[in-house]
């Protein structure tokens, strides 16, 4: 496999971690691919809930 697909498989391994919200794999926790990917799904969750919560409270309001 070359570095480039073994980065990406990082990377996406990371990304769904922290989509999750599982914590940091401790076998990987010194890939900086994985870490990157882990941060990106964490940042992506919390917009998702964020942006959920926001609805809720401008649905409540339009009532």
Same mark, same amino acid.
């Given at each position: 496999? #070359?570095s480039? +697909?073994?980065?990406? /498989?990082?990377? $996406?391994? *990371? =990304?769904?971690d *922290? @989509?999750a *919200? /599982?914590?940091? #794999? $401790?076998? @990987?926790? #010194?890939?900086?691919?994985?870490?990157?990917?882990?941060v #990106? *799904?964490?940042v992506s969750?919390? $917009?998702?809930? @964020?942006?959920?919560?926001? =609805? =809720?409270?401008? +649905?409540g309001?339009? /009532?």
């Amino acid at each position: 496999m #070359d570095s480039a +697909d073994s980065a990406l /498989r990082d990377y $996406e391994s *990371g =990304r769904a971690d *922290g @989509l999750a *919200g /599982r914590g940091k #794999d $401790e076998t @990987l926790a #010194d890939n900086p691919d994985y870490l990157v990917g882990l941060v #990106d *799904g964490q940042v992506s969750a919390f $917009e998702e809930n @964020l942006l959920a919560a926001i =609805r =809720r409270a401008l +649905d409540g309001k339009n /009532r």
